[in-house]
Structure formats: structure tokens, C-alpha cells
């Protein structure tokens, strides 16, 4: 079973943006939704953006997410430093019924 | 307020055994899949496995298909992990995460560890 594809890290500084991708395939993303987490050190994983672009109550419309093809992408605009944490996608996997993560990026704020 | 609070992690010698224990409140366990997600040190989510809502389907990771089995008792509200034939590279925060209509996970555990080690 191998990870979804994003990048190790993104930085800017604060008030800017960030786009992170997660690049999977036909058998995941391609056929299915993208989820996209936040989890800050020492803590649990917290759910951003699910079913692509829908946001759980409570996260601010800072974060977005959307789905083209087989990938993915979590944009992150007026980026605070409480923002600094690792981020992943993740998707289910219909040729192995499995759930997938991606291998996570680190976001830095400058 | 939903609760999901994980137990029985610990030190174990490779090959042994453990079973790790998920306490659910809050929400109506026996209508959800419920799922494992592990996080060895310094290394990013992988999923474990899923339980359907009357244990009746269940999926595995390819690496611990065999070794570990995943079980719920819903007149308790409780999820189960039962790790076995365990292996240095099975240490890992283990979390416990209600499973979504859409597959994702919106409340998670706080974890228990596992460590491998002789």
C-alpha cells in the first residue's frame, strides 16, 4: 500500500499563502474523496477539510480544499504561526480496500 | 460531547502480544464504522484497519493482516485492537477515529503507545 504524494514542506510568511498537493491515482483520489488533516505537535490528528472542500464546524474558511483528477490540494491563506504543524491528505483505496494517508508536509510560517 | 479514549498500550518484547481498548461517548457507537490509525516516532499516519458497525466487514493494512484483528463490543460502546506476533517496527502511537460517511475521520483518541522492544 503506498502513501499518497505531497511535498516534505511549504513555508511563507504570515499572512500569506500556502498550497500543499497530494498526487494519488485512479484507484483513490481519482474515484473517491479527499480529507485533509492538521495535526500540531504532540497532538492528535484534526480534521480540516472533507468529501474535498467541506469544512467541519469550527475550522475557518482560511482553509480550503479541492480535487482535480487523481489529486488533491489544501490552500491555507492568511497563514498564522499557530498554523505550523503537519498536514495530510488521506482517501480510500478501492483496489485494496484501504484508507490511505499522504506522507505529510510540514508547513513553516517565515 | 464525543469522547473516544484509547487504553492498554505498553512495553512489550517482539512476538508478544497486547490489547489495546477504545472507549466511546457521546455519540451513538453501534451507527458508525470505527477505525485504527497508527504514528510511529517521528513518522506520518498510516491506517491500521476499519470495523463495520456489526463487526461484520472489517479491512486491514497489508502488514498486519494475520497479526492484528480488530473487534467491537457495542452494548459497551468499545472498540478493540488486538496486536499480535508484534514487531519492532509495530511501535507506534495507536489512535482510535470514528469513521465518516465519507470515509474521513472527524474525532479521533488521543492515543496509546506501543512500543516494541526487547
Known amino acids: 500500500q503506498s502513501a499518497l504524494t505531497q511535498p516534505p514542506s511549504v513555508s511563507a510568511a504570515p499572512g500569506q499563502k500556502v498550497t500543499i498537493s497530494c498526487s494519488g491515482s485512479?484507484?483513490?483520489?481519482?474515484?473517491?474523496?479527499v480529507a485533509w488533516y492538521q495535526q500540531l505537535p504532540g497532538a492528535s490528528p484534526k480534521l480540516l477539510i472533507y468529501q474535498n472542500n467541506k469544512r467541519p464546524s469550527g475550522i475557518p474558511d482560511r482553509f480550503s480544499g479541492s480535487k482535480s483528477g487523481t489529486s488533491g490540494t489544501l490552500a491555507i491563506t492568511g497563514l498564522q504561526t499557530g498554523d505550523e504543524a503537519d498536514y495530510y491528505c488521506?482517501?480510500?483505496?478501492?483496489?485494496?480496500?484501504?484508507?490511505?494517508f499522504g506522507t505529510g508536509t510540514k508547513v513553516t510560517v517565515l | 460531547e464525543v469522547q473516544l479514549v484509547e487504553s492498554g498500550g505498553g512495553l512489550v518484547q517482539p512476538g508478544g502480544s497486547l490489547r489495546l481498548s477504545c472507549a466511546a461517548s457521546?455519540?451513538?457507537?453501534?451507527?458508525?464504522?470505527m477505525g485504527w490509525v497508527r504514528q510511529a516516532p517521528g513518522k506520518g499516519l498510516e491506517w491500521v484497519g476499519n470495523?463495520?458497525?456489526?463487526?461484520?466487514?472489517?479491512y486491514y493494512l497489508d502488514s498486519v493482516k494475520g497479526r492484528f484483528t480488530i473487534s467491537r463490543d457495542n452494548a459497551k460502546n468499545s472498540l478493540f485492537l488486538q496486536v499480535s506476533t508484534l514487531r519492532v517496527e509495530d511501535t507506534a502511537v495507536y489512535y482510535c477515529?470514528?469513521?465518516?460517511?465519507?470515509?474521513?475521520?472527524?474525532?479521533w483518541g488521543q492515543g496509546t503507545l506501543v512500543t516494541v522492544s526487547s
Open positions: 485512479s484507484s483513490d483520489i481519482g474515484n473517491n474523496y
Open positions: 470495523i463495520k458497525q456489526d463487526g461484520s466487514e472489517k
Open positions: 477515529a470514528r469513521v465518516e460517511d465519507s470515509g474521513s475521520s472527524e474525532y
Open positions: 457521546g455519540f451513538n457507537f453501534k451507527s458508525y464504522w
Open positions: 488521506g482517501t480510500w483505496d478501492n483496489s485494496l480496500s484501504t484508507y490511505v
